[in-house]
């Protein structure tokens, strides 16, 4: 499938620190069995996905002129993306992200940076007017975009563009009602279920499905072991996840848009697209940080076809 796709958000350096017991506590400490350095950040890991998959993808960011930046942006072209729209600012420090992890449970802490640095003047018009969709992520972190971001999306749908958006954590514990007026510009919306139940003010990931629906055209939220829920205009469903033994949850939930995404732009229904990001997100977590990254379309095709017993959906 040769779509092309422009990524707008974060690029960053994870420390991944893994194997932990539990995540410590105020004044408690408590040990990594191992710990890797990778390139983070969640679009600059969708991004990555979506290139493995086949997609042209163009990456739009913000990094320092310092050898985390540098780093970020080799692997980025390592992994086949297009690094034209990345802007390195010598005023600036890349972001970095610790990473706790044991496994199933993780926790974060960022050094912003440039992270929060891209503006509405870095996504060039060409860019846009080159590609067939435009995706943009961690919403919450993007303070200098996020006031510009329902223009910027009006203007790529009128170029015929489909949108995507994933809005990421809040980390200034705000949840500013201004999401919603972007998302009547989304076609689709892709938060976790902690997430969209604290956009929404809901208590439960189906409440806050129902209210999500009224806005972006197709709303999927992941719901962790359980799979996820989506819905369009048209239907509702719960997707379950396949059981896979759980090395490292950190890039699941990324490489799971980045597989809806891709099955998206293949034109699949609602149940397909749903299952084939569900086997995206089941091979991440078989393994540890950026080897979470899914090899190609071939290797998620012939994990599904492995569990094909699993083709019903409740």
Not at 228 to 256: Q, R
Not at 303 to 311: V, W, Y
Request: proline content about 4%; overall charge negative; glycine content about 8%.
């Amino acid at each position: 499938m040769q779509k092309k796709v422009l990524t707008v958000g974060d690029v960053n350096i994870d420390i991944v620190l893994t194997g932990l017991t539990e995540i410590p506590k105020s004044e408690q400490e408590t040990l990594a069995q191992d710990m890797e350095t990778v390139v983070g950040g969640q679009t600059s890991t969708i991004a990555r996905a979506l290139s493995s998959l086949g997609v042209h993808v163009t990456f739009v960011g913000k990094v320092g002129d310092d050898e985390y930046g540098r780093k970020a942006i080799e692997q980025l072209k390592k992994d086949g993306v297009d690094v034209s729209g990345v802007v390195v600012d010598p005023s600036l420090r890349t972001g970095v992200t610790v990473v706790l992890s044991t496994g199933p449970e993780r926790a974060f802490t960022t050094y912003l940076g440039s992270i929060s640095k891209v503006s509405r003047a870095d996504v060039k018009r060409e860019l846009l007017q080159s590609a067939d969709h435009i995706h943009v992520g961690s919403y919450y972190l993007q303070k200098t975009l996020r006031p510009e971001l329902e223009d910027l999306f009006k203007e790529a749908k009128g170029l015929g563009l489909t949108t995507s958006l994933d809005p990421g954590w809040d980390p200034f514990n705000e949840w500013g009602p201004d999401i919603f007026e972007v998302l009547r510009r989304v076609d689709v919306f892709l938060p976790s279920q902690v997430e969209a139940m604290a956009i929404t003010q809901t208590d439960t990931p189906e409440k806050a499905l129902e209210v999500l629906g009224e806005y972006a055209d197709i709303v999927v939220i992941k719901t962790g072991a359980k799979g996820c829920l989506a819905k369009n205009k048209e239907e509702l469903i719960h997707c379950p996840a396949f059981e896979v033994p759980v090395v490292d949850v950190t890039s699941a939930g990324d490489i799971f848009n980045a597989g809806f995404i891709y099955a998206f732009l293949s034109g699949r229904d609602l149940k397909a697209a749903t299952r084939f990001a569900n086997a995206c997100g089941a091979i991440a977590v078989t393994r540890v940080g950026s080897s979470g990254i899914i090899s190609s379309a071939e290797e998620v095709e012939n994990f599904l076809a492995s569990r094909s017993q699993q083709i019903a959906l409740e």
